[in-house]
């Protein structure tokens, strides 16, 4: 069921939209989400990135510009990380430390410059990799156990695990910007299929309904921090306005 969780608060309000439907729920892992889909099973999945991949095995319709990415530090090794004058992390030095550790999920695909930056890392740099559990916490209750120093993961799910796991809102961690990496759109995928068409079709109108409601945005927002609201704000403007249209059926074409 869905919780108060971002694509969740989006989630209810597609349901309370189409209430003629019955509406069932399934939690599972990203690749096992995807092979669904791939595979025409009639059901969507809530979050998924846009790209070429994705859009070639998928119908989709964005609901939200990609939460932000932050780095997530324990704070005795925060002032230890490169740094540019604005203050953000640069990825390539912390990368190649052969000191601070970093923790990635295994086979996480964060955006195309960090998946390049990681290829490139020094056969010495103290990075590891561990399978994703606990909806993504997992490796925040690593840092909060002094088991790794830094890993990369978006602002609101650092903030959600704070707020409802006591061990990672009780431990010193720091968030900063990483340098470089930019964002782009999460979107609700529907299968290949006459069904998955129909449905995306449907979602996409409530959404565009949706998209000029201040419920909508406080949504969108409600897991960030006052400055990443501030910092963003022309950004979630400018994608409001564009979801307050509806999606170019050329898109769901090829």
């Known amino acids: 069921m869905p919780t108060d969780g971002m694509s969740d608060g989006i989630l209810k309000m597609i349901i309370n939209a189409w209430p003629e439907v019955k509406h069932t729920y399934l939690t599972t892992t990203i690749p096992r ?23 070639r095995i998928t119908y989709m319709s964005d609901y939200t510009p990609t939460p932000k990415l932050a780095l997530v530090a324990r704070k005795n090794v925060y002032s230890k990380l490169p740094k540019n004058k604005e203050g953000e992390v640069l990825l ?53 156990a002094d088991r790794t120093d830094y890993t990369i993961e978006h602002e609101i799910t650092v ?20 340098a470089g990496l930019i964002n782009g759109r999460v979107a609700i995928a529907c299968p290949r299929t006459p069904w998955g068409l129909q449905t995306i079709k449907k979602i996409d109108g409530i959404l565009t309904k949706m998209a000029g409601t201040p419920e909508y945005l406080e949504i969108l927002t409600r897991w960030s921090r006052p400055e990443t609201i501030k910092r963003e704000k022309a950004e979630m403007k400018a994608f409001l306005q564009s979801r307050a249209l509806p999606t170019n059926p050329a898109r769901w074409d090829h």
Request: glycine share 8%; hydrophobic share 40%.
């Open 33 to 55: 989400a995807l092979s669904m889909l791939k595979d025409g099973e009639m059901g969507c999945y809530m979050t998924s990135l846009v790209g070429p991949e994705r859009e």
């Open 159 to 178: 903030l959600y695990h704070s707020k409802f796991n006591k061990t990672i809102g009780d431990a010193d961690l720091k968030l900063a910007h990483p």
């Open 92 to 144: 390539d030095q912390l990368f190649d430390d052969a000191e601070i550790r970093g923790t990635f999920h295994t086979k996480r695909s964060i955006t195309p410059l960090f998946d390049m930056l990681l290829s490139r890392k020094r056969a010495d740099a103290n990075i590891s990799f561990v399978p994703p559990a606990g909806n993504g916490g997992n490796i925040l209750q690593m840092l909060a």
